[in-house]
């Protein structure tokens, strides 16, 4: 048997959504998951045995990511899907929790220059206005690379498939709706009984339990927020338009 932390958080979904979701990751393997909790600030902690265990954690590594718990497992240069915490804090730098809580909990903090730089075009825009614009609220999924590792301080930038992401979604021209805390299919009941299939292309998950509402061409995804908001049971929600960054890219 062995035990992992996921880079995966629970929020305030119960602990059997979250083992549900996992099983059906692992389908027909020989495997058993037990002992699922909350390991330091959310993190999924899981124990995993039986014969294919070896398989089960590389599919759950693959698939999920793995914390690196403590500061002695974090390199330079290495590259983690954390998650933004303490959004509106500081006006000069982002932070992200990647699942340092050894000796004591640790963020990787996102200058704004670098944010500018990445994001914008080097653009002098204020820090609220880019996490605004690309949704890097509380509990956003955003891959990061390590820059720098010190005893007090972690330093990143975002990786180049997260800035592709973005890019992607602007080139596509579509607004989305990011919920955040809630199962997937939590998510599409939602959408069931908001009546709002119309409206959506469709579903794409960005984690266990973060996930993106696909809008339509000429669907404004601040419009869904009323209609799908109240059916999520506490889900957080943001909206991501192409149009905002367009504006602003001039």
């Not at 692992?26 to 124990?47: K, M, P, Y």
């Not at 690379?145 to 498939?161: N, Y």
């Not at 973005?166 to 596509?172: G, H, L």
Request: hydrophobic share 45%; aromatic share 6%.
């Amino acid at each position: 048997m062995q035990e992992i932390v996921l880079l995966q958080k629970i929020y305030r979904a119960s602990t059997e959504e979250a083992e549900e979701s996992l099983t059906k990751i692992l389908g027909d393997l020989d495997c058993n998951l037990t002992g699922l909790s909350e390991a330091e600030n959310s993190w999924i902690r899981v124990q995993v045995s039986g014969q294919d265990e070896k398989v089960a954690l590389r599919l759950l590594e693959k698939e999920y990511g793995l914390a690196p718990v403590s500061l002695a497992n974090v390199e330079r240069f290495s590259t983690f899907r954390g998650r933004v915490v303490f959004s509106g804090r500081s006006r000069i730098e982002a932070f992200v929790d990647v699942g340092v809580f050894s000796p004591r909990p640790m963020y990787v903090k996102i200058p704004l220059r670098t944010l500018q730089g990445q994001l914008v075009d080097g653009r002098k825009l204020a820090l609220q206005r880019i996490a605004e614009m690309f949704v890097l609220l509380d509990y956003a999924p955003i891959e990061v690379r390590v820059l720098r590792v010190g005893l007090e301080t972690l330093e990143a930038e975002l990786t180049e498939g997260q800035i592709a992401i973005f890019d992607r979604w602007v080139a596509e021209r579509i607004d989305r709706l990011l919920v955040f805390g809630v199962s997937i299919r939590g998510v599409v009941k939602a959408i069931e009984k908001a009546r709002l299939d119309g409206d959506v292309l469709g579903v794409e998950s960005l984690g266990l339990l973060e996930h993106v509402v696909v809008c339509k061409l000429g669907t404004d995804a601040v419009g869904l927020v009323p209609r799908l908001g109240r059916r999520l049971g506490g889900g957080i929600l943001g909206v991501f338009s192409p149009r905002a960054v367009l504006r602003m890219q001039g």
